[in-house]
């Protein structure tokens, strides 16, 4: 489950999500491409727009994930056919996606006269009215929309605060009891239908509907979040606290509480996390985009939470799920901008900063992301997260001795580990055996096992240290052969199973291990290398050779190229 959501999907998700391409296709590009723009204002004579070339410009800027050009692109296209509805259709999902919400309404307006019967429109449309707090005319569009698809989705949770802005409470629970049609879908409409009779000062009523949700989702972020608020400004601080603590028993290391555990320790009663039905229509559309995201139904749900943060611009987890979302489309950069918009004063805003530190690293602003960390280390000297952060960062660029301090001051902040903490031990592991301090390294890789036993990463990398120290072979085949059990399609974990039978004499089965490791890594060089000195073993001095000459193109480390090329022209001589 996405840290973001609280929903377990039912068996209604595969009719539902089938349609979520048909409701948000569509489009009006902006009347002139700003990349053509560009393009006349450095020529020395304008420049004919070529509509075909623009569309192929306009699909590889889609397939490099930067959806505003590629919608300022295909611009030019549509102008030479602006009735094509798959292109509107198209550079409606680019703009939309890219939080260019009007552009995209407007549309929406040229599509509903070519289809009046598309829903698209309608959508679309609403969502412009809402965003303007028009809420009778969005209900009003929303009305006539067919209930299928995804709409069986939003329709219900999004009139249902558009009725609750024109007809009151009684008439907005009617709306939204159509969700209980669909099977595991209960919990949002107790999420709902509690937000509505809060904003509808209707206490007792909201209360009940918060218990049935923590019945349902009690330990989830969104839950505990909104039920704490209820409890904290309507006098229940005990009840709060209760929620709180259940969360944070199971999530010890979350930030995400600071703020209103801080509030709650201060007596004071914080302002509403869903306070009229602008934060509601919010709230529905950041719930269906956070829904859609883990169903993988990625450019649907990037346009319902633009549609959430037009309607709220500051909203701390809707801005959490952007970056989420923008980084794992590999658009760090954007990812990084997004993380940065989260208040400083959110209890969002300590993970956000974790983020961009790792955003800059992986855009080559390492510098500035070291920078970053060291300053959060000291900032916070109750936190290891930060620590961990930069002991990865320094790790990953093989500045191991760094990694190592980085990773002690991490371990030194934890008063007690518990089993979520296995991999700060592991990677400290590896960063001192990097600096030949094995004896600490193989304490560290023992601690981590302690803590998540058979966890075959570290079975591995232990194990394999001692098959090169030429130490515990027993143990180190166990290890393995568990190892392997457990992860079957690591090619370098059977490498490892491999490469023990080498070193134990078993050379048959050496080879038989280390073939099917090459199979699964065909391009890495030891594991290669590898192979090739099982065949010797084995007297298959010729196929030895070949795959010694193959382990040559896959760029071995600087230190191996040497000791394989004198094994292709001497064969393995002496030793292993």
């Known amino acids: 489950m996405s840290k973001h959501g609280f929903l377990r999907l039912g068996d209604w998700r595969r009719p539902l999500l089938l349609g979520a391409a048909v409701l948000l296709t569509a489009c009006q590009p902006q009347s002139e491409s700003k990349a053509e723009s560009a393009a006349e204002a450095t020529s020395e004579a304008p420049l004919t727009p070529s509509p075909y070339g623009h569309y192929l410009a306009a699909r590889q800027a889609e397939v490099e994930r930067d959806n505003s050009r590629a919608a300022d692109l295909l611009a030019v296209t549509i102008a030479e056919d602006p009735d094509n509805l798959d292109l509107l259709n198209e550079s409606f999902l680019l703009l939309a996606s890219e939080g260019r919400i009007e552009e995209a309404s407007q549309a929406a307006e040229r599509i509903d006269a070519l289809d009046p019967k598309s829903p698209t429109a309608g959508m679309v449309l609403a969502a412009r009215d809402m965003i303007a707090g028009d809420y009778k005319t969005a ?16 329709l219900p949770m999004a009139r249902a605060w558009l009725v609750l802005a024109n007809k009151g409470p009684d008439e907005a629970l009617k709306v939204l009891d159509e969700l209980k049609a669909i099977p595991g879908l209960e919990p949002m409409v ?52 209760a929620v709180y603590d259940k969360f944070l028993a199971e999530n010890p290391e979350s930030t995400s509480l600071d703020v209103p555990m801080a509030a709650l320790a201060a007596g004071k009663a914080p302002a509403p996390v869903i306070a009229d039905v602008r934060d509601g229509l919010a709230e529905t559309f950041f719930n269906l985009a956070s829904i859609l995201s883990r169903e993988e139904v990625i450019d649907t749900a990037m346009v319902f939470l633009r549609v959430s943060l037009a309607l709220k611009p500051d909203y701390p987890i809707a801005q959490t799920l952007l970056g989420e979302m923008l980084a794992g489309q590999g658009r760090t950069a954007d990812s990084v901008a997004a993380y940065r918009k989260v208040a400083p004063n959110s209890s969002f805003a300590w993970p956000a ?104 990463y570290v079975m591995n990398y232990l194990a394999y240290s001692w098959i090169e120290q030429g130490r515990h072979f027993d143990e180190a085949l166990k290890m393995l052969e568990r190892a392997v059990d457990l992860r079957p399609e690591d090619g370098y974990i059977v490498d490892s199973l491999g490469w023990v039978y080498y070193r134990l004499g078993r050379y048959d089965k050496a080879v038989v291990t280390l073939e099917r490791a090459v199979e699964l890594e065909p391009a890495d060089p030891t594991i290669t290398d590898h192979l090739g000195d099982a065949y010797w073993k084995a007297g298959r001095k010729n196929e030895a050779r070949y795959q010694w000459r193959r382990a040559l193109l896959f760029d071995p480390e600087e230190d191996q190229v040497a000791p394989i090329q004198a094994k292709v022209e001497r064969g393995l001589v002496g030793g292993t």
């Open 139 to 154: 209900d009003l569009r929303l009305a006539k929309l067919p209930p299928e698809g995804v709409n069986r989705l939003v």
């Open 190 to 241: 107790h999420l709902h239908a509690g937000a509505i009779l809060d904003v509808a000062n209707r206490i007792p009523a909201a209360e009940a509907e918060f218990k049935r949700l923590v019945e349902a989702e009690g330990t989830t972020l969104r839950v505990v979040e909104i039920v704490g608020n209820f409890y904290q400004r309507h006098g229940t601080p005990a009840q709060a606290r």
């Open 353 to 456: 900063r974790l983020e961009v530190a790792k955003g800059l690293d992986e855009i080559d602003r390492t510098d500035e992301a070291i920078e970053m960390l060291h300053a959060m280390i000291e900032e916070r000297k109750d936190r290891s997260d930060a620590a961990t952060t930069l002991g990865n960062i320094l790790r990953s660029h093989e500045r191991f001795e760094e990694a190592a301090a980085a990773y002690d001051i991490a371990v030194a902040r934890i008063e007690k580990p518990r089993p979520e903490n296995w991999p700060l031990f592991y990677s400290r592991g590896i960063a001192l055996e990097r600096i030949k301090q094995w004896d600490r390294a193989e304490v560290d890789f023992k601690r981590a096992l302690e803590l998540e036993p058979e966890q075959p």
